[in-house]
């Protein structure tokens, strides 16, 4: 008998009970019909006389009337109602999935499924099963080896939500996500589902993806308090502080004072931020951005993009670069479903000049009729994208007849360039190459320091300007430039020997002599 107990605690179940007991599963007909098996003391207290055995062919009939009666009470309409709904109308969960040792779950009434491995190649992985007979109108209930979920009454949806529980606690979000759908496929009036796939894709870092089931899930349900506080976060994370206030508010006991404080002062430090881009105090954008983000709106693409802006106007192109590289990556038309079209054309418009200042041309031009499909008439939104595509055609135009050894050519389409952008670093270095072509040495080295101050880490533009020195013999400076060179690229012989005969050509010039060319 200890033996028996340690399998069922191994098994999680009745499993011994099932096989050697198996008769007290059916309900005895004296339990169900109490008027067709009276107990004996019971007549003989009323009084009843005994009646006398019957021929076996009236036992025979008597059998039949009580099959029949049976068959009625256990498919009567309440019965059948009652098993409806405890049994699930679609495919079974558990049949989709495994658990976590291997065995199969399974969900369907009518079968209990003991769950194990047998030993040997043979019985390995295998499931035995034990029938129920349906006819009691009773069941055993499901077998579970783990972390078996409340089984009596669970909907096929709510077993996809518990399962997707399950994944989520192990940190399985991809997993979890999948079961959160189908939770949502069988019933999309749950709000309770949509709450959890937007913590699913809240754990995949999917932040304005997460925003939306979280949305729905305020919609279904106004008073669900864990829903609007997720939205609220995600909303602040955004900066968008007026509306995680409102979510805030709207969560009950879950939000705290200070969660609504800094919902407010992100509200004001973006404020400030476009009161000080009005007046293009550009220092002030980058500090009351940097405010904002530290008080928990660290996924605001709109505080990325001022501040991008803001580095491109202080000439500081290869900082905006950074900047917008490190700026959440979204789904532009999701993006502009949450925070509007005009929100999402400025982020579009200023990444385009970002691009186009460092010389990513198609991806500058790209944003920019992205920004015209949202915003077709604003008047910025036009410049920007007129700015950005004369300059990418004065760049290809240039390449083109630099090729082609068209000097005076290109030199006059990368003009028409900088016309529209005089700042931009990649046609400035286009056109020293051009003047470097044509015997215009100081020209050229006049460009490429325009262009290095703009972006101090443009190596080519150092490299042309310390060739230009040596050509203007101008040797300090060109050391200076090599030693620069040689700290970035320490490996590149041509700069090596390069840096060698110039400071050749500096010391014989400090002693008064001339050398030869080494």
């Given at each position: 008998?200890?033996?028996?107990?340690?399998?069922?605690?191994?098994?999680?179940?009745?499993?011994?009970?099932?096989?050697?007991?198996?008769?007290?599963?059916?309900?005895?007909?004296?339990?169900?019909?109490?008027?067709?098996?009276?107990?004996?003391?019971?007549?003989?207290?009323?009084?009843?006389?005994?009646?006398?055995?019957?021929?076996?062919?009236?036992?025979?009939?008597?059998?039949?009337?009580?099959?029949?009666?049976?068959?009625?009470?256990?498919?009567?309409?309440?019965?059948?109602?009652?098993?409806?709904?405890?049994?699930?109308?679609?495919?079974?969960?558990?049949?989709?999935?495994?658990?976590?040792?291997?065995?199969?779950?399974?969900?369907?009434?009518?079968?209990?499924?003991?769950?194990?491995?047998?030993?040997?190649?043979?019985?390995?992985?295998?499931?035995?099963?034990?029938?129920?007979?349906?006819?009691?109108?009773?069941?055993?209930?499901?077998?579970?080896?783990?972390?078996?979920?409340?089984?009596?009454?669970?909907?096929p949806a709510d077993g996809f939500k518990w399962l997707g529980n399950e994944k989520y606690r192990q940190g399985k979000y991809e997993e979890a996500l999948a079961l959160y759908d189908q939770a949502i496929a069988v019933d999309p009036s749950n709000a309770c589902y949509y709450a959890n796939k937007s913590a699913a894709l809240i754990g995949l870092g999917r932040l304005l993806e997460a925003a939306v089931p979280c949305r729905e899930a305020v919609r279904l349900d106004s008073l669900y308090y864990n829903a609007h506080y997720r939205l609220a976060t995600l909303y602040l994370r955004f900066g968008a502080g007026e509306k995680a206030m409102y979510h805030y508010k709207c969560s009950g006991h879950k939000a705290r004072d200070d969660d609504i404080a800094r919902a407010q002062g992100v509200k004001d430090r973006i404020d400030c931020c476009v009161e000080a881009q009005d007046r293009e105090d550009w220092e002030t954008v980058m500090s009351e951005g940097q405010s904002a983000s530290a008080l928990g709106a660290d996924s605001a693409l709109q505080i990325f993009s001022m501040k991008a802006e803001a580095l491109l106007n202080l000439g500081r192109h290869d900082e905006a670069y950074a900047v917008m590289q490190d700026s959440p990556f979204f789904n532009i038309d999701a993006y502009a479903e949450l925070f509007g079209s005009s929100a999402t054309a400025n982020v579009l418009q200023v990444r385009a000049l970002v691009y186009a200042a460092n010389g990513r041309f198609e991806d500058a031009v790209s944003d920019v009729r992205r920004a015209l499909r949202f915003e077709s008439s604003d008047d910025g939104v036009k410049l920007t994208a007129e700015r950005v595509r004369a300059v990418a055609s004065a760049r290809l135009n240039g390449n083109r007849m630099f090729e082609g050894s068209r000097f005076s050519e290109a030199l006059t389409a990368y003009n028409k360039g900088l016309e529209k952008d005089p700042r931009n670093s990649i046609l400035l270095y286009n056109r020293s190459?051009?003047?470097?072509?044509?015997?215009?040495?100081?020209?050229?080295?006049?460009?490429?320091?325009?262009?290095?101050?703009?972006?101090?880490?443009?190596?080519?533009?150092?490299?042309?300007?310390?060739?230009?020195?040596?050509?203007?013999?101008?040797?300090?400076?060109?050391?200076?430039?090599?030693?620069?060179?040689?700290?970035?690229?320490?490996?590149?012989?041509?700069?090596?020997?390069?840096?060698?005969?110039?400071?050749?050509?500096l010391k014989s010039i400090q002693h008064g002599r001339v050398v030869g060319r080494v």
């Open positions: 008998m200890a033996a028996a107990s340690a399998m069922e605690d191994h098994i999680g179940c009745g499993f011994l009970a099932a096989i050697f007991r198996r008769r007290q599963f059916r309900p005895r007909p004296a339990a169900l019909f109490p008027e067709s098996r009276c107990p004996k003391r019971h007549l003989a207290a009323s009084g009843s006389p005994r009646r006398k055995r019957s021929s076996p062919s009236n036992d025979s009939n008597r059998r039949h009337r009580g099959t029949e009666l049976d068959s009625q009470l256990v498919n009567s309409p309440s019965n059948i109602l009652r098993r409806r709904r405890r049994e699930p109308t679609s495919a079974s969960i558990s049949d989709l999935q495994k658990s976590n040792d291997g065995s199969l779950r399974r969900a369907l009434t009518g079968n209990a499924m003991v769950l194990g491995r047998g030993n040997g190649a043979a019985g390995e992985g295998k499931v035995v099963k034990k029938k129920v007979e349906k006819s009691t109108g009773y069941r055993l209930g499901n077998v579970y080896r783990y972390h078996s979920p409340p089984t009596d009454g669970l909907s190459a051009c003047r470097a072509k044509l015997g215009q040495f100081e020209n050229a080295v006049e460009d490429c320091t325009a262009a290095l101050a703009i972006r101090p880490s443009y190596t080519k533009a150092r490299l042309r300007r310390a060739n230009c020195y040596t050509k203007l013999e101008k040797w300090e400076a060109a050391v200076g430039d090599y030693a620069v060179l040689i700290r970035e690229i320490p490996a590149d012989e041509t700069i090596t020997a390069a840096m060698s005969e110039a400071k050749a050509r």
